[in-house]
């Protein structure tokens, strides 16, 4: 296995990019190679497989989307209640709409997991880990909402960010009015 760690970033950075504007179809080794410039043959060398691949990507996916060490510190300072909850969800919403392609190709993976059980295996696991984090925080940090409300949270923001970054059903209502109705509605 090669060791370049910037080199395999900077292909699991191509192949995101491969994910989210060809689909998973277009997702091959070659595709890859040729997005992030590099000789054919090079995305093979770093991930042998397409599972290696994908498991390399949900890795990074993981990296881009984590939040800063400098937020997490500014929230577990701060104030529990419902509007530090709605920060927090706020800057999630922010981070996954900013890094629109990562999302996209998250999507990606999320729909073709529903076919090939090795991607489902994989990004599950992702997926539990990031949930199971999230109820953790949620506690650590005092903040309002049980494992169950945590989860419907989850399931609101995929549709908001789905919403967002395709074709909104109301353009006019901000992510932010959006974000504080669900809190609300959600916090009672």
Not at 26 to 46: F, I, K, M, Q
Not at 140 to 145: E, I, K
Not at 164 to 174: A, G, Q, V
Request: hydrophobic residues 40%; proline residues 4%; glycine residues 8%.
């Amino acid at each position: 296995m090669a060791k370049n760690e910037s080199r395999r970033r900077l292909l699991a950075d191509a192949g995101l990019t491969v994910l989210a504007r060809e689909g998973s179809r277009g997702l091959t080794h070659r595709a890859v190679d040729e997005a992030a410039g590099v000789p054919t043959g090079t995305t093979s060398n770093y991930f042998r497989s397409r599972e290696a691949l994908v498991t390399g990507l949900v890795d990074r996916i993981g990296e881009r989307l984590a939040p800063s060490e400098n937020d997490l510190a500014r929230r577990g300072s701060a104030e529990p209640g419902p509007s530090l909850f709605a920060d927090y969800l706020r800057d999630i919403v922010r981070r996954l709409t900013d890094e629109r392609e990562v999302t996209l190709a998250l999507f990606e993976l999320r729909l073709e997991s529903s076919r090939r059980p090795e991607v489902a295996a994989v990004l599950g696991a992702w997926q539990r880990a990031g949930f199971e984090g999230d109820v953790s925080f949620n506690a650590a940090a005092g903040l309002p909402g049980s494992r169950q409300e945590i989860a419907l949270f989850h399931y609101a923001l995929d549709g908001v960010l789905l919403d967002r970054l395709t074709t909104p059903l109301d353009p006019e209502t901000s992510t932010d009015e959006i974000i504080d109705a669900l809190v609300s509605g959600l916090l009672r």
